[in-house]
């Protein structure tokens, strides 16, 4: 009998190892999509929804959604904030203004395709900084993927050209998604000393309110500007799929990967972003990655994966 019982329990363990594989890459595909969402929306929308009004209400909508979460750990001392504002601020200004409009702007003059293939090389800049601080030791693997993915980068954003780097339409739209690249690699080096006892959600929630408040003068002067625009059905369409889509859902699955598979495995959605981007960008906004896209993407994903190596 007590064989029988353990060789049931092998059997329903051996059948839920599977079940979690599946949920685990369901979980990636999903926040994966969420994220690359956003860079096929600032594609989608340039020119249409003013840029620095589409990030405060993002943010506004994230910070608002998160509030409570965020309110019940203030209440409880996870998150004391005379000692923690500045950092706030800091990862506030650089994940999420840095991260917002500036982006938004590039998809006048870029495709989401090379705003998803930039932004992966932040895990690239933060080895880099990381190591220039101390904090990490940069070994010959690394440095490898660092210069494949510096490459990579290369080759997409001069399309094979070399002098298509100094062309002004390249270096607008391009340009700004490496600024909102090194943003995101601040962020990421800041954003767990800030308030280092809350958790995910609740940082996320203070971060965007601080970002929110950073576009809000610029948001401002598009009301002023040209309203029309700005409280257009299309705008508030965009406003509420930024924040619900890209915002909370992605934090919330990530948070929840990270919470359920570790943040080591969680970090995989970086090389699913790029993929998701291609194929939203091609299905949505008919841009079809180029040759360039794929061999430069694969030198920026196989870079990425080396610097992570040990």
């Not at 800091?90 to 495709?111: D, I, K, N, R």
């Amino acid at each position: 009998m007590g064989k029988e019982i353990s060789e049931g329990a092998d059997r329903s363990a051996a059948g839920v190892v599977p079940l979690l594989g599946a949920v685990a890459l369901i979980g990636f595909i999903l926040v994966a999509t969420a994220q690359a969402s956003n860079q096929v929306l600032a594609r989608g929308v340039a020119g249409s929804v003013p840029p620095f009004a589409l990030a405060f209400f993002r943010w506004s909508i994230v910070a608002i959604g998160l509030a409570p979460i965020a309110l019940a750990e203030i209440r409880d001392g996870r998150v004391p904030l005379s000692k923690n504002i500045w950092p706030i601020v800091a990862a506030g200004f650089m994940g999420m203004f840095l991260c917002g409009g500036p982006v938004y702007v590039a998809g006048a003059s870029t495709t989401a395709i090379h705003i998803a293939l930039i932004m992966a090389l932040s895990p690239i800049t933060v080895l880099l900084v990381s190591a220039g601080l101390g904090i990490e030791r940069i070994g010959p693997l690394q440095w490898l993927g660092t210069v494949l993915a510096l490459a990579g980068a290369l080759l997409i954003i001069s399309g094979g050209h070399l002098e298509a780097l100094t062309q002004q339409e390249t270096a607008s739209g391009d340009g700004l998604v490496v600024i909102a690249m090194l943003g995101w690699s601040g962020y990421t080096l800041l954003q767990t000393r800030a308030a280092p006892r809350a958790s995910l959600l609740a940082r996320i929630s203070l971060f965007s309110g601080a970002g929110a408040l950073f576009s809000l003068p610029l948001a401002i002067t598009e009301m002023w500007s040209m309203p029309a625009q700005v409280f257009s059905m299309k705008a508030l369409a965009a406003y509420l799929f930024a924040g619900i889509v890209p915002g909370l859902l992605a934090y919330a699955g990530f948070a929840w990967l990270g919470g359920r598979f570790g943040s080591v495995r969680t970090s995989l959605v970086l090389y699913l972003g790029p993929v998701a981007s291609a194929l939203l960008s091609f299905a949505i906004l008919g841009e079809p990655p180029t040759p360039i896209h794929f061999v430069g993407g694969l030198l920026i994903l196989g870079g990425v994966w080396a610097s992570l190596r040990r």
